[in-house]
């Protein structure tokens, strides 16, 4: 079996990944918080970390690895989208939970075995707070549950902050009831109409951190064997992670090796929406990019490197991609797999070095080492006549709150289809007939099935 290393954040060092349970493989990665669509930074650490898993279900068995992505379903943010639009939660939520999974699946990002909702892990969250508080981790004040971080430790061994950093860096809400200013809230009251639970402490809804440990302990166990996100996420969230785990588990850490990647920029600026220089997914699809593009090119530069998105970038990606279908036209092999590259993702998911072997294949015309290679990356996914678009390729059946829909990676069909259904999701019965009518206008027939799919044909 291929011995693989990590960098592993808590220690600083490249570690040798194993799994507590060689039979049950267990990585949580953060997901996203479901009020907008998914900018290209969003995707990075999505298709980074669908890499290692298809590097841990090569290496450990497919039904080995249990692999949990949740969706954030409640939050500020989202009743503000909520309330602008005068519509319930549910329906913000599902609908951007339907773009994020066909945004994703276009990139080539396969389902988590596990995506769980936060809104429905509740009851798991107040059980875990109320855990807290029993073992002085935790107190209540003022219809609120907050962490106390003195109770902790190795509070700061995650991030290797000093704590005054820290207090400044989590941009912390300065209280009254709070017996620390670096305190941070578990539970806080809810308004008359807002959306909330019951729990001993009041009315209120979660605070962002107890969501993924609740979920992680509820999927995946007491410690797992990797956790992983954006940079962005090592302080505060995950530093308070790891505390409140470590605490309501009499000290058990919640992840052996933790996994960040890094920022993306955009023509050398930091990514931001207050810049105006954020570009989602979606905004990239129906440019003409094929996903498969999209994905080569956040592989082309290691995942705990920064990386400059670019037109140039992506005009690289696609003109690789280009010239290795044109050598695989009558090349195809079904097995995945090949030892160079397995060696090098191995050795903490090193992207470009297999991105070189499989340019060195190619110069090389070593096809079919090209094919099984790729696939590892989850490129070169469709056929040659698919990608020159000389027959329709097959579509990626993509799961929606309404079914399954089909979704052709980077067709701007297929993504009129997907923007369709989430309007309809969303009860916007006009947009989705405007929809639906532009694209008869435009000779394409839309038909929809029983089963909650669409197809379509030429008219």
């Not at 209280?175 to 806080?188: C, I, Q, R, T």
């Not at 302990?217 to 410690?223: F, P, R, V």
Request: glycine letters at 6%; proline letters at 5%.
């Amino acid at each position: 079996m291929t011995e693989i290393r990590l960098y592993n954040t808590l220690t600083r060092q490249k570690d040798v990944f194993t799994p507590a349970d060689p039979n049950r493989v267990t990585m949580y990665v953060c997901g996203p918080t479901v009020y907008n669509r998914a900018h290209i930074g969003n995707a990075r650490p999505a298709v980074v970390f669908d890499v290692l898993f298809r590097l841990l279900r090569h290496t450990y068995g497919e039904n080995a690895v249990h692999y949990a992505r949740n969706f954030t379903d409640i939050d500020d943010k989202i009743m503000a989208a909520a309330e602008s639009e005068d519509v319930p939660i549910e329906t913000i939520t599902k609908r951007y939970e339907d773009f994020y999974r066909a945004d994703m699946g276009a990139l080539g990002v396969q389902r988590p075995t596990y995506e769980p909702r936060a809104t429905e892990h509740v009851e798991q969250m107040v059980a875990m707070i109320a855990a807290l508080i029993e073992k002085g981790a935790a107190y209540a004040a003022d219809g609120h549950a907050l962490f106390d971080i003195t109770k902790d430790a190795d509070y700061g061994t995650l991030s290797r902050r000093p704590m005054d950093e820290m207090i400044a860096g989590a941009r912390v809400e300065v209280a009254p009831y709070k017996k620390n200013p670096g305190d941070f809230v578990l539970w806080k009251p809810s308004a008359a109409d807002q959306p909330g639970w019951p729990s001993p402490w009041g009315r209120g809804r979660p605070g962002w951190h107890i969501e993924c440990s609740a979920m992680i302990e509820a999927h995946l166990g007491t410690t797992i064997d990797i956790h992983a996100g954006g940079l962005d996420l090592q302080f505060p969230h995950h530093e308070n992670e790891c505390a409140q785990s470590r605490c309501a588990h009499d000290g058990a850490p919640l992840a052996k090796i933790w996994m960040h990647n890094g920022f993306l920029s955009m023509d050398k600026e930091k990514m931001s929406k207050s810049l105006g220089n954020v570009v989602t997914v979606g905004e990239l699809l129906k440019q003409g990019h094929r996903g498969e593009t999209l994905r080569l090119a956040l592989l082309m530069a290691h995942y705990r490197q920064p990386l400059d998105w670019n037109d140039r970038l992506i005009e690289q990606a696609k003109a690789m991609l280009d010239r290795w279908y044109r050598l695989l036209e009558d090349e195809q092999v079904d097995a995945v797999g090949d030892v160079e590259v397995e060696a090098v993702l191995a050795d903490d998911l090193n992207t470009p070095a297999a991105i070189a072997i499989l340019s060195e294949f190619a110069n090389s015309r070593k096809l079919e080492r090209l094919w099984r290679g790729a696939r590892m990356l989850g490129i070169l996914s469709h056929s040659p006549d698919a990608w020159f678009g000389r027959v329709r390729p097959e579509p990626m059946i993509v799961e929606t709150s309404m079914g399954s829909i089909a979704l052709s990676s980077g067709d701007e069909i297929e993504m009129r289809i997907d923007a369709r259904a989430a309007a309809k999701a969303a009860k916007n019965w006009a947009e989705a007939d405007r929809i639906r009518d532009q694209l008869k206008a435009e000779g394409i027939l839309l038909e929809d099935k029983p089963d909650g799919t669409t197809v379509w044909r030429r008219a």
